[in-house]
């Protein structure tokens, strides 16, 4: 596949207009499909689940016409570029149809010169996506969960090691909901009797803790002191104990403020946080997890510019070719994107494959489909 840079030069200034004429074409074809992607994705489940909470008297209706406004923005992301797929196969379908596009062949414009205006408007689109995902779908998403009063409960786990292989605590927070840490478990070893373990010395069981920069402090508080032996030798209660400080109490809480959240209401200042201590806290699962649904956000802002490209060549068709035929393998390839995307993220979250592989594994199969419907259309 090669650009023909010298041809691109000598014709820039001549189709200017046709360049134009191209793009708003691609364009209102694009934002027709991208509306109703959006209708057919929220019509079955979201507005019927918002219109029977309304008639219920669980949301007012204005909070209920707010929850599909906020709605709107994780859609659009997803339907970008399907939007451009579609668009353009549709557009550049009818122009093969008009025999626009044989004409423009005739007089010597290549491939890559009639799609040249569809591939900036696709960077530009893409620029738009990615911007989605940094910016306004992290906030409609905590405004739904707002509206909603909807939180997200976790079973959190954080250890603190002595050293690399010696534990010191491990805190258990079994609920904790909206900055309320509720009936947190700490276990606390000492690594004294051993030279290659620990082994477990008490357990304090409290009914909620604080956090204040710094530091963790656990409240009404009942110690369980163990033996060498392993048995119970005293019970005491204290007011509140201090169980973390420093980073340790920062990080702790970080990683289970984020642990709450899905990923989609994290920006990517956030989330590069978030990944950079399941790193250091060697979380591996979630760091891989997290770090495959990061750089998605860039694969998935890069897919708009490739699925704008296959658009183009499945609209390019031979006069006895059958256009449902490539109607029909455009729908396949974006169904086949967004139902394989829960499985790469199990294969990066269990380490099946790099999260560097996972995420990138699908533009290359669509960048491939690129090189191989060129050669087969003999473009």
Same mark, same amino acid.
């Given at each position: ?297 860039? !694969?998935?802002?890069? $897919?708009? /510019?490739? #699925? %704008?490209?296959?658009?183009? +060549?499945?609209? =390019?068709?031979?006069?006895? @070719?059958?256009?449902?035929?490539? !109607?029909?393998?455009? $729908?396949? /390839?974006? #169904? %086949?994107?967004?139902?394989? +995307?829960?499985? =790469?993220?199990?294969?990066? @979250? ?10 990138? /594994? ?18």
């Amino acid at each position: 596949m090669k650009i023909d840079f010298g041809k691109l030069k000598k014709i820039e200034l001549p189709f200017k207009i046709f360049d134009g004429y191209i793009t708003s074409q691609v364009f209102a074809a694009t934002v027709v499909c991208i509306f109703l992607f959006v209708v057919i994705w929220i019509a079955p489940e979201t507005l019927l689940k918002v219109i029977k909470r309304t008639l219920a008297g669980v949301y007012t209706p204005w909070v209920g016409i707010q929850l599909l406004i906020y709605e709107v923005p994780k859609i659009v992301g997803k339907a970008l570029p399907v939007g451009l797929l579609l668009g353009t196969l549709f557009t550049f379908d009818k122009l093969t149809k008009d025999s626009e596009l044989t004409v423009l062949r005739s007089i010597g414009l290549s491939f890559w010169r009639i799609v040249y205006p569809i591939i900036i408007l696709s960077i530009f689109v893409s620029v738009l996506c990615f911007s989605l995902y940094n910016t306004l779908i992290p906030y409609s998403e905590k405004k739904i969960n707002m509206l909603k009063h909807e939180t997200y409960e976790t079973h959190f786990v954080y250890t603190v090691k002595a050293n690399k292989d010696k534990l010191k605590k491990i805190l258990i927070v079994p609920r904790y909901s909206n900055n309320q840490i509720t009936r947190p478990l700490v276990l606390n070893f000492d690594s004294s009797q051993y030279t290659d373990t620990s082994v477990l010395s008490s357990i304090m069981q409290a009914e909620y803790a604080v956090y204040s920069k710094d530091k963790w402090v656990i409240h009404n508080v009942k110690q369980f002191e163990l033996g060498k032996d392993g048995v119970f030798k005293n019970i005491s209660r204290h007011k509140s104990i201090q169980v973390l400080d420093g980073e340790k109490a920062n990080t702790a809480f970080k990683i289970m403020d984020y642990s709450t959240k899905r990923d989609r209401e994290l920006n990517n200042r956030e989330i590069t946080e978030y990944i950079s201590m399941l790193y250091s806290e060697s979380l591996f699962d979630e760091y891989r997890f997290m770090l495959n649904k990061y750089l998605q956000r860039y !694969f998935h802002s890069a $897919i708009c /510019i490739l #699925f %704008a490209i296959l658009g183009c +060549l499945l609209g =390019f068709s031979k006069p006895r @070719e059958q256009k449902l035929v490539n !109607f029909v393998i455009g $729908i396949g /390839i974006v #169904f %086949a994107y967004y139902i394989t +995307l829960p499985f =790469f993220d199990m294969c990066a @979250e269990k380490g099946l494959l790099s999260p560097f592989v996972t995420s990138s /594994i699908q533009p290359v199969a669509i960048l491939i489909a690129i090189f191989i419907f060129k050669k087969i259309k003999d473009l």
